[in-house]
């Protein structure tokens, strides 16, 4: 039993650590890419940044709620921390959704192309190589753990792998084609998913009841 105990600590401690390196690269992300994105009209770009501050705020909380249980907090605390990092996440994703749709809105109004920028490239190229590691930490503490919302970020940040591979085309295309529209649309592509994700991650938080500790407790 304290071993299995000792075992869970280890977890623990290793998941956090992937969540801390998760945080920090995507605050890279989200100051690179808006930056750059805001410089040059990329609504794609910026979308994309705006959808990796969704990807920051769930490693924060997810930091916080593996940290509450690591530092020897009782069922009812765990669950709430859970139930309350889901909402943080649910909350973050639906704001991110009216972001990228007013980007991309206002892009095709304008129907200007998008500047060019090595920055922007070097970022999401970064992502395509740090993303896959980040997912793959994730979902193996997930899995060690049995922590559901660990799993469910490392989906959402191979969701993220995707989004960039849209949003390069999408850079390259307008770039050597001239088609202007190819932004927009590529940053519209992003709006399904992250709109499931949120739906998701509404779902799952409602469905957390930290008053079942109590009940079990007591029972």
Same mark, same amino acid.
């Given at each position: ?5 000792? &075992? ?58 593996? !940290? ?13 921390? !859970? ?33 060019? &920028? ?12 740090? &993303? ?15 922590? +559901?919302?660990?799993k469910y970020d490392a989906k959402d940040t191979?969701?993220?792998q995707y989004q960039t591979i849209v949003v390069?085309?999408?850079i390259g295309l307008t770039q050597w084609m ?5 932004? +927009? ?6 709006? +399904? ?27």
């Open positions: 039993m304290a071993k299995n105990q000792d &075992n869970r600590q280890t977890n623990l401690k290793r998941g956090i650590r992937v969540e801390i390196a998760s945080l920090v690269y995507n605050v890279i992300e989200v100051v690179v890419s808006v930056t750059v994105g805001l410089l040059t009209g990329s609504a794609a770009l910026v979308s994309w940044g705006l959808d990796s501050t969704v990807e920051a705020t769930s490693a924060a909380t997810l930091i916080w709620r593996l !940290k509450g249980e690591k530092d020897g907090g009782d069922k009812r605390t765990v669950l709430h921390r !859970k139930k309350v990092a889901l909402y943080v996440v649910a909350c973050a994703f639906w704001i991110v959704v009216a972001a990228i749709l007013y980007e991309a809105v206002s892009a095709f109004i304008s129907q200007e192309a998008p500047g060019f &920028n090595w920055w922007g490239i070097a970022i999401l190229c970064a992502s395509l190589v740090v &993303n896959p590691f980040l997912a793959w930490g994730k979902y193996r503490y997930g899995k060690r753990l049995d922590a +559901p919302a660990l191979m969701i993220c390069l085309a999408g001239g088609w202007w529209w190819v932004d +927009p649309v590529a940053a519209l592509l992003i709006v +399904p998913y992250v709109a499931w994700e949120a739906f998701e991650a509404t779902k799952d938080a409602r469905s957390v009841d930290p008053d079942e500790a109590e009940a079990t407790a007591d029972a």
